[in-house]
């Protein structure tokens, strides 16, 4: 059997990727150019200069990887392209690129859902096995995931208000750290002692998430603390936050797993990173002797490799796109 060799591309907020994958699994190159050092001073993406950060790298990029697999665009069997959920301006740069190759070269074209990608990023890993859980918490979404087959995605729950990764930004500015956030807190929270009481929304009431209200408690508990002049740690409130994000997660995922009846659990999307989040679910699928499979940091944030792995699929079933398709800001899996 001839192997398919997939293009990937990905924008949809502040890193430009472009990515070949061989076979749905085999990363032949995977090039990440990320904005963070532009939009750090801003404290947040800023939807018009990532745009225009796409457009000034998006060419290099193509180039360099298929440089580094050796390749030429004649050697691409399809362009998979993230066409949604994301910024719209970022989203419509790597649609545009991914059209004009298509165009071009006679190349065919798949269009990718984001989160999709993230949960494919597993299948780099190791091959998807179904049924499965999918827990895509990213600074865009929280999401818990049901398939059954490849692209069907049954979506049990998501979060109401913020995303996890967001909460995790929010709370960070608060605590004065660097953006994105993440990172910092989960490094504090490994020197502090979880002892300040945070709400856990939603434990006991579904798979829906919601982490504003916890965002705004720990705002409020930190701006008591300064008016009454009260000393708190912030390697204590860091280890607190993460406490009660990772008792949601991993409460309801695993809730999730059981009343499933599925075998795997997989995990996806920037705050997969998260040291706290990964080990508590490691205790817990050994103890329940689930398969638990979480891509390594790099697959973790965004990247072209795992909408490429994802696109493959796509490819296979026939499920090609055509030039009409066009960037969706807020495409549903
Ligand atoms: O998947 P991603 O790169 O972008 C989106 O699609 O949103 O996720 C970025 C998010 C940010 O909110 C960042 O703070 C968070 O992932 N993140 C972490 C960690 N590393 C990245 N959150 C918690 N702990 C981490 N170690
Ligand atoms: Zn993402």
Not at 236 to 244: L, V, Y
Request: proline fraction near 3%; charge should be negative; aromatic fraction near 6%.
């Amino acid at each position: 059997k001839e192997s398919v060799i997939i293009l990937g591309i990905e924008t949809s907020c502040d890193e430009t990727s472009i990515a070949i994958v061989q076979d749905g699994h085999k990363i032949l190159s995977n090039i990440v150019s990320s904005q963070i050092a532009i939009h750090k001073r801003f404290g947040g993406v800023v939807p018009e200069v990532a745009s225009r950060k796409h457009v000034e790298v998006i060419n290099v990029l193509l180039e360099e990887a298929l440089n580094d697999a050796k390749l030429k665009l004649g050697d691409i069997s399809a362009i998979a392209v993230t066409y949604g959920p994301g910024l719209i301006g970022s989203l419509l740069v790597g649609v545009a690129a991914a059209k004009a190759i298509s165009f071009a070269k006679g190349i065919p074209l798949v269009g990718v859902n984001h989160i999709a990608g993230h949960i494919y990023a597993n299948n780099l890993i190791k091959q998807l096995e179904f049924p499965l859980i999918a827990l895509v918490v990213s600074g865009g979404h929280t999401e818990l995931v049901y398939m059954e087959d490849h692209h069907k995605f049954e979506v049990l729950g998501m979060t109401r208000d913020d995303a996890a990764g967001e909460a995790y930004d929010k709370v960070a500015r608060t605590l004065e750290l660097p953006y994105p956030g993440g990172p910092y807190i989960d490094k504090l929270a490994k020197e502090g002692k979880a002892t300040i009481e945070l709400p856990r929304a939603l434990m006991d009431n579904g798979y829906d998430f919601s982490f504003s209200g916890l965002k705004s408690a720990v705002i409020n508990t930190m701006h008591n603390a300064k008016q009454r002049g009260e000393y708190i740690a912030k390697e204590d409130m860091a280890a607190s936050f993460q406490e009660a994000v990772v008792d949601v997660l991993v409460s309801k995922t695993l809730k999730a797993v059981q009343e499933k009846q599925v075998k795997n659990l997989i995990v996806a999307g920037g705050v997969a990173a998260n040291q706290g989040l990964r080990s508590r679910l490691k205790e817990k699928c050994e103890q329940l002797g689930i398969d638990l499979t979480i891509p390594p940091l790099e697959l973790c944030t965004d990247n072209a490799a795992m909408i490429a792995s994802a696109g493959y699929f796509s490819y296979l079933k026939g499920e090609w796109s055509n030039l009409e398709l066009n960037g969706i800001a807020g495409l549903p899996l």
